[in-house]
């Protein structure tokens, strides 16, 4: 919880808690999580896409890695423990296993992993981290711009990175045995359950994207309003469509969280707007139904309107299923705790996603308070995050002794 707190006070603001990717904020997050990997026993660097990894080799240092990890970005104005809750317990776990390490030798390699860009908040990506780490992203990526017109490539330059040695992030298929992430829920289930953890089965899909709208600016007292191709009314009509096509589906949910209007003046019809879009459900042909159906709707929102709709998807994720037999190790954990397991369906994304595509994954969820998250009043108890760690040393034990 102290630690937590620590990386709080690293923030762009300090009245709203914020710290995006390839800023001083992640630097400085990214040094102080470093030194603690170092007091823990690990062997700490930055990789080339600004991900910490920490590691210690074991008995067989060409072996699968056991992987332990979160992320350590934020959202805008965001709560204290997404993402760094895991970080740092992952730190607390490691540091235990190796303090055991006499009595209980690590057979293999084990690394914690803290990436630097899961929320995608700067450059409207999703797992950017993870991504580079596992193949899901790659240079093409680069030339995506922040809202200055500042690309990933250039903010990498400035940071210290080298662009052009992306491709040094990457790990292959073999390099890790399982993945094992621990992060709040960001949901209500566990706190109505009166539980402190859950076992995560499944993570729902997502698509990120964003949506710019093309009409004409003009003057606001003259031009009739039959005349008008205005692009924030068009936009605020679109936005109650992507409402509607979420409502009427099962297993949906779409967010527009964001949007600007220009030019920008209140004598002005706006002439332009961008918004976005985040489309989620654990049905992959569901969630592709809908937006689908979102793009028809758009379509003749700017027919009947004379605006123009155009979306850029920036990422678009399957449903990602967590491996049987962590769910298993995890299970065990959780009893071990607290007299039960649950399983939970995870709507949010997680670097687990990424992750999914060179090993097992495995994800323990943290009870918030009230289910709130993304938000400063995110909250969770000293005894839960105990919990947490006495579950994620749990799981990673039953790993190690079944190799």
Same mark, same amino acid.
Request: glycine share 12%; aromatic share 4%.
């Given at each position: 919880m102290r630690r937590c707190r620590e990386l709080r006070a690293i923030s762009a603001s300090p009245g709203a808690y914020t710290r995006l990717y390839l800023t001083d904020e992640h630097r400085r997050a990214a040094d102080l999580?470093?030194?603690?990997?170092?007091?823990?026993?690990?062997?700490?660097?930055?990789?080339?896409?600004?991900? +910490? !990894?920490?590691?210690i080799d074991g008995t067989d240092a060409t072996a699968p890695a056991l992987v332990l990890a979160s992320h350590?970005? =934020?959202?805008?104005?965001?709560?204290?423990?997404?993402?760094?809750l895991g970080v740092v317990t992952a730190i607390e776990a490691a540091a235990a296993l190796i303090r055991r390490a006499d009595k209980e030798p690590l057979p293999f390699p084990l690394e914690v992993q803290a990436y630097a860009d899961e929320e995608g908040t700067r450059f409207h990506t999703m797992l950017l981290g993870s991504g580079f780490v596992t193949g899901?992203?790659?240079?093409? +990526?680069?030339?995506?711009?922040?809202?200055?017109?500042?690309?990933?490539?250039?903010?990498?330059?400035?940071?210290?990175? =080298?662009?052009?040695?992306?491709?040094?992030a990457r790990r292959q298929a073999g390099d890790f045995r399982a993945y094992i992430e621990v992060h709040i829920e960001q949901g209500p289930v566990l706190e109505a359950e009166g539980l402190p953890l859950g076992t995560v089965t499944a993570i729902a899909g997502q698509i990120r994207a964003v949506v710019r709208v093309r009409g004409m600016a003009g003057h606001a007292g003259t031009v009739?309003?039959?005349?008008?191709?205005?692009a924030l009314a068009a936009s605020a009509e679109a936005i109650l469509a992507i409402e509607a096509v979420a409502k009427a589906g099962a297993d949906l949910v779409a967010?527009?969280?964001?949007?600007?209007?220009?030019?920008?003046?209140?004598?002005v019809i706006a002439g332009e707007t961008r918004f976005t879009l985040d489309?989620?459900?654990?049905?992959?042909?569901?969630?592709?139904? *809908?937006?689908?159906?979102?793009?028809?709707?758009?379509?003749?929102?700017?027919?009947?309107?004379?605006? +123009?709709?155009?979306?850029?998807?920036?990422?678009?994720?399957?449903?990602?299923?967590?491996?049987?037999?962590?769910?298993?190790? !995890?299970?065990? *954990?959780?009893?071990? +705790?607290?007299?039960?397991?649950?399983?939970?369906?995870?709507?949010?994304?997680?670097?687990?996603i990424a992750l999914a595509g060179l090993c097992p994954i495995g994800m323990i969820f943290v009870r918030c308070e009230g289910g709130i998250s993304h938000n400063p009043a995110e909250n969770i108890t000293e005894?839960?995050?105990? *919990?947490?760690?006495?579950?994620?040393?749990?799981a990673a034990q039953t790993v190690i002794r079944r190799g």
């Open positions: 999580i470093s030194h603690w990997m170092r007091q823990a026993g690990l062997a700490a660097r930055m990789d080339a896409a600004g991900n +910490v !990894i920490g590691r350590l970005d =934020t959202v805008r104005d965001a709560g204290t423990y997404d993402g760094q899901l992203e790659d240079a093409s +990526v680069l030339a995506k711009a922040d809202s200055e017109g500042v690309t990933i490539s250039e903010a990498m330059k400035g940071f210290g990175l =080298t662009p052009e040695r992306i491709g040094d009739p309003m039959a005349m008008r191709r205005d967010t527009v969280g964001e949007i600007q209007a220009g030019p920008g003046a209140s004598n489309l989620r459900s654990g049905n992959g042909l569901a969630k592709a139904a *809908a937006f689908e159906e979102i793009e028809r709707r758009l379509r003749e929102i700017g027919t009947a309107r004379r605006v +123009v709709f155009e979306i850029e998807v920036g990422s678009n994720t399957g449903a990602t299923a967590c491996d049987p037999g962590l769910i298993e190790c !995890i299970d065990e *954990a959780c009893e071990a +705790v607290q007299g039960r397991s649950l399983h939970l369906l995870s709507g949010a994304g997680h670097d687990a005894a839960d995050a105990g *919990a947490a760690f006495a579950a994620l040393l749990h």
